[in-house]
């Protein structure tokens, strides 16, 4: 598995979670020029992008977790998070890791968030 997502779980209305993503095998030393990315896919639904961040941090978010959500990408530690507050049942889904560059598109394999009302 080059991206291993994790930090999902079962939390009520109004909690939070963190997200972790770590790429290894093969494109950890590619991770600091790839743009990354959380998309999240709701039972019956298409995947959808939640958050991005490019290589020089900048960032964009889906506009329902604006102001709730923020991702963020540690270098060193070849890891991108996603930090999620204010958690509602609407963001209940399986977030998926993605990482981009050049000729590259890698997926993690997702990590489950319920939240419960």
């Known amino acids: 598995v080059q991206l291993q997502a994790s930090g999902g779980g079962l939390v009520p209305a109004g909690g939070s979670l963190r997200l972790s993503c770590t790429a290894s095998?093969?494109?950890?030393?590619?991770?600091?020029?790839?743009?990354m990315g959380w998309y999240r896919q709701a039972p019956g639904k298409q995947r959808e992008v939640v958050a991005i961040i490019d290589i020089d941090g900048g960032t964009n978010y889906e506009d329902s977790v604006k102001g709730r959500f923020t991702i963020s990408r540690d270098n060193t530690k070849k890891t991108l998070y996603l930090q999620m507050n204010r958690l509602a049942p609407e963001d209940t889904a399986v977030y998926y890791c993605?990482?981009?560059?050049?000729?590259?598109?890698?997926w993690g394999q997702g990590t489950q968030v319920t939240v419960s009302s």
């Open positions: 993605n990482g981009r560059r050049a000729g590259l598109d890698v």
């Open positions: 095998r093969g494109i950890s030393s590619s991770f600091r020029v790839m743009s």
